[in-house]
C-alpha cells in the first residue's frame, strides 16, 4: 500500500510544475496576509490541476477525503492547501456529514482570507443541506477568540443570495451577526458587511429596519458593505444619521 505521504508529494510535485505569476504575488498577499509561502499559482491553474486528476482518485470516497486531509493538514504552501477546497467545491453536489466533521477541523489551520472563504463556501453548502448539524458549530464559532471562526460563523449562512440556494431563516441570519457588530478585527467586520448585504437582497425591508437600529453600531468597513445594495436615498439617509451622531 503506497503511504499517504506519497500522495502529498504528489500533489505539491504537481503544483510547484504549474506556472508562478510575480505580479499575482505581489497582489495577494497585499490583499490575504497569509504568512504560508506562497508560489502564486493562478486559481484557473490550481483548478485544472484537481480537475486533471491525481493517482487516489480511484480510490473509495473516504480514502479520498482522507488524503485530501493529509493534504490540507501537512502541506506548508498555501497554493497546496487550496487543492482539497478546489477539490470540494467541484465535487459539492457529493459533500455529507462525514465531510463536515472533517471541514470543521480544517478550520484550526485557517490564516488567510482567500481559504478562509473557500472553506465557508464549502461549509454554506453543508448548513444548507444539514443545518441541525452544521448550526450549533457555528454559534461556537461566534463566540471563539478566533477572528475566522467568528467570520465563518456568519459567512457561513448565506454565501452569496442565489434562488438556486434555501437560505436560513432571517432570525437566524441576524442572531449569529448582531453578537459582531462592534468586532474589532477588520476580516470579520467585513464579512458581517458581505452577509447584511446578501441579507437584503433576500429581505430589503426587514434588513434596512435592522441597519437603522444599529447603524450606529457598525464600524466603517461593515457600513460600506453592508449598504452596497441600497437606495441612494436610503445610503445617504444612513449616512447623514453616523455624521450627525459625530458631532
Given at each position: 500500500?503506497?503511504?499517504?505521504?506519497?500522495?502529498?508529494?504528489?500533489?505539491?510535485?504537481?503544483?510547484?510544475?504549474?506556472?508562478?505569476?510575480?505580479?499575482?504575488?505581489?497582489?495577494?498577499?497585499?490583499?490575504?496576509?497569509?504568512?504560508?509561502?506562497?508560489?502564486?499559482?493562478?486559481?484557473?491553474?490550481?483548478?485544472?490541476?484537481?480537475?486533471?486528476?491525481?493517482?487516489?482518485?480511484?480510490?473509495?470516497?473516504?480514502?479520498?477525503?482522507?488524503?485530501?486531509?493529509?493534504?490540507?493538514?501537512q502541506a506548508t504552501l498555501r497554493d497546496v492547501m487550496s487543492l482539497p477546497l478546489i477539490y470540494y467545491r467541484w465535487k459539492s453536489s457529493e459533500l455529507t456529514p462525514k465531510h463536515f466533521s472533517v471541514f470543521k477541523e480544517w478550520m484550526e489551520r485557517i490564516e488567510n482570507w482567500g481559504h478562509a472563504d473557500q472553506l465557508c463556501q464549502l461549509l454554506s453548502i453543508l448548513y444548507e443541506r444539514h443545518p441541525k448539524l452544521v448550526e450549533p458549530t457555528l454559534r461556537q464559532?461566534?463566540?471563539?477568540?478566533?477572528?475566522?471562526?467568528?467570520?465563518?460563523?456568519?459567512?457561513?449562512?448565506?454565501?452569496?443570495?442565489?434562488?438556486?440556494?434555501?437560505?436560513?431563516?432571517?432570525?437566524?441570519?441576524?442572531?449569529?451577526?448582531?453578537?459582531?457588530?462592534?468586532?474589532?478585527?477588520?476580516?470579520?467586520?467585513?464579512?458581517?458587511?458581505?452577509?447584511?448585504?446578501?441579507?437584503?437582497?433576500?429581505?430589503?425591508?426587514?434588513?434596512?429596519?435592522?441597519?437603522?437600529?444599529?447603524?450606529?453600531?457598525?464600524?466603517?468597513?461593515?457600513?460600506?458593505?453592508?449598504?452596497?445594495?441600497?437606495?441612494?436615498?436610503?445610503?445617504?439617509?444612513?449616512?447623514?444619521?453616523?455624521?450627525?451622531?459625530?458631532?
Amino acid at each position: 500500500m503506497v503511504h499517504q505521504t506519497t500522495y502529498l508529494k504528489e500533489v505539491e510535485t504537481r503544483v510547484r510544475a504549474l506556472p508562478i505569476d510575480l505580479a499575482y504575488k505581489a497582489f495577494s498577499e497585499s490583499v490575504t496576509k497569509t504568512s504560508l509561502p506562497f508560489l502564486a499559482v493562478r486559481g484557473p491553474d490550481l483548478n485544472h490541476a484537481v480537475r486533471a486528476g491525481f493517482s487516489f482518485y480511484e480510490k473509495s470516497d473516504d480514502e479520498v477525503l482522507r488524503i485530501w486531509d493529509q493534504v490540507w493538514s501537512q502541506a506548508t504552501l498555501r497554493d497546496v492547501m487550496s487543492l482539497p477546497l478546489i477539490y470540494y467545491r467541484w465535487k459539492s453536489s457529493e459533500l455529507t456529514p462525514k465531510h463536515f466533521s472533517v471541514f470543521k477541523e480544517w478550520m484550526e489551520r485557517i490564516e488567510n482570507w482567500g481559504h478562509a472563504d473557500q472553506l465557508c463556501q464549502l461549509l454554506s453548502i453543508l448548513y444548507e443541506r444539514h443545518p441541525k448539524l452544521v448550526e450549533p458549530t457555528l454559534r461556537q464559532w461566534n463566540r471563539s477568540m478566533n477572528p475566522w471562526k467568528r467570520r465563518a460563523s456568519v459567512v457561513s449562512t448565506i454565501y452569496y443570495a442565489s434562488p438556486r440556494r434555501t437560505p436560513p431563516s432571517r432570525k437566524t441570519v441576524l442572531s449569529l451577526i448582531e453578537p459582531l457588530l462592534r468586532d474589532k478585527d477588520p476580516y470579520v467586520q467585513k464579512g458581517v458587511g458581505w452577509q447584511l448585504r446578501e441579507a437584503y437582497n433576500l429581505w430589503p425591508r426587514e434588513i434596512l429596519r435592522f441597519l437603522e437600529s444599529h447603524v450606529l453600531e457598525l464600524p466603517a468597513i461593515t457600513f460600506s458593505y453592508a449598504t452596497e445594495k441600497l437606495s441612494k436615498s436610503d445610503k445617504t439617509r444612513l449616512k447623514e444619521k453616523r455624521r450627525a451622531s459625530r458631532r
